[in-house]
């Protein structure tokens, strides 16, 4: 059973469409919403918001310009 930890997290957030989960076992991943992927498993949930937010911004990164 897994339990929705999104807005347990005080002044901070998860990044949009990404929601923070915890597990019975006493450990967190996070899942996207838009595809279903899942993180590793981690006990400390501040590590998992912190790779949501490092997944969140290379996927959205500017793309390269053109160029040489």
């Known amino acids: 059973m897994t339990y929705d930890y999104t807005n347990r997290l005080g002044f901070s957030s998860m ?3 990404y929601r923070l ?3 019975d076992s006493g450990h967190f991943i996070w899942e996207r919403a838009s595809d279903m992927e899942q993180s590793a498993i981690h006990w400390d ?4 918001r912190r ?4 997944d ?4 959205n990164a500017a793309p390269a310009q053109g160029g040489e």
């Open 15 to 17: 990044p949009p469409g």
């Open 45 to 48: 949930k501040w590590t998992v």
């Open 21 to 23: 989960l915890g597990l």
């Open 56 to 59: 969140y911004q290379a996927r």
């Open 51 to 54: 790779w949501a937010w490092e």
